[in-house]
Nanobody, 116 residues
Framework: VQLVESGGGLVQPGGSLRLSCAAS????????MRWYRQAPGKERELVAT????????NYADSVKGRFTISRDNAKNTVHLQMNSLKPEDTAVYYC??????????WGQGTQVTVSS
């Protein structure tokens, strides 16, 4: 089983990044997918959730209107489009796969730094 995040980096305030998470080794289309983030010295925070079919999406209040989660079950990928980035968005972003009927999986994380 693997969840591999990519797309992180350094961006100026107001900029955009698109994170991707490539999944393998499990039935991706049966899993709810989530993006979490963890800033230094802070607890891990749930950023966005998308159900297995993509029919229901939820966002943390801190990112509503700026971030968009999407998934492609044919390609076993989930994305997080991040616009209007702020310094407080700086964190390590983690991809998570969750199912009520199976184990939970985590990626290794990708660093996002928003700074001028």
């Amino acid at each position: 089983v693997q969840l591999v995040e990519s797309g992180g980096g350094l961006v100026q305030p107001g900029g955009s990044l698109r994170l991707s998470c490539a999944a393998s080794g499990f039935t991706f289309s049966s899993y709810k997918m989530r993006w979490y983030r963890q800033a230094p010295g802070k607890e891990r925070e749930l950023v966005a959730t998308i159900t297995s079919t993509g029919g229901r999406i939820n966002y943390a209040d801190s990112v509503k209107g700026r971030f968009t989660i999407s998934r492609d079950n044919a390609k076993n990928t989930v994305h997080l489009q991040m616009n209007s980035l702020k310094p407080e968005d700086t964190a390590v972003y983690y991809c998570n796969a969750f199912s009520a009927w199976g184990p939970e999986y985590w990626g290794q994380g990708t660093q996002v730094t928003v700074s001028s």
